[in-house]
């Protein structure tokens, strides 16, 4: 009975394709997430979401972009992947006004 | 730039002993703290927090300290148990701004090892 879960787990790829990564939510939840956890163990923010709007884009270059169907999900789009790219993505989701986020297992995206 | 620093990777320490994680920010905007614990492969998940208004919060094991003028939190894990070894996350929030209440600075991590 998973509360945050994101396919695939594992993502591998060559540079230059376009690929997502789904996120869904079963807590009812309004605000959604993605972080990225780079090389060096960093966990930073990169979308929020609430209730299908934008709130925070933290200079994500514009080759990702988020896309929320409805308040359960969250996918991420990435465009022209690139070598740098290649990270463990987490989405995440909070109750309204409420920091303490639940995360998903991550997405170990590897470009090649 | 680097607003939350855990600046020890690694901790060691004996089963039934105390571990002390600590967690130094630079930010005196915010005011929410929480601690994240994370096991390979799984998503980090939430194990206890503190408001700037308090300077402690204690849940079973899990105690959290807050000293705000020295910008420094810290986690107690008393009795550490070997189900402890984990990374370790400290972050930090700035709730008084719309829609940033989700929006979690993470320090580095601490790995902690709990041996028998």
């Known amino acids: 009975d998973t509360a945050v879960s994101q396919t695939p787990k594992y993502l591998v790829t060559q540079m230059g394709n376009d690929k997502s990564i789904k996120c869904e939510q079963n807590l009812g939840h309004d605000t959604m997430y993605w972080y990225k956890q780079d090389s060096k163990k960093f966990l930073k923010i990169m979308f929020s979401y609430n209730n299908k709007e934008l709130i925070i884009n933290e200079t994500v270059p514009n080759r990702f972009s988020p896309k929320s169907p409805d308040k359960a999900h969250l996918n991420l789009h990435i465009n022209s992947l690139e070598l740098g790219d290649s990270a463990v993505y987490f989405c995440?989701?909070?109750?309204?006004?409420?920091?303490?986020?639940?995360f998903g297992q991550g997405t170990r995206l590897t470009v090649v | 730039d680097q607003q939350v620093k855990q600046n020890s990777p690694s901790l060691s320490v004996q089963e039934g002993r105390i571990s002390i994680l600590n967690c130094d920010y630079t930010n005196s905007m915010f005011d929410y703290f929480l601690w994240y614990k994370k096991y390979p492969a799984e998503g980090p998940t939430f194990l206890i927090s503190i408001s700037s208004i308090k300077d402690k919060n204690e849940d079973g094991r899990f105690t959290v300290f807050l000293n705000k003028s020295a910008k420094h939190l810290s986690l107690h894990i008393v009795p550490s148990q070997p189900g402890d070894s984990a990374v370790y996350f400290c972050a930090a929030s700035l709730t008084s701004l719309w829609g940033s209440w989700g929006k979690l600075q993470f320090g580095a991590g601490t790995q902690v090892v709990v041996t028998p």
């Open positions: 995440a989701s909070s109750p309204p006004r409420n920091t303490e986020a639940f």
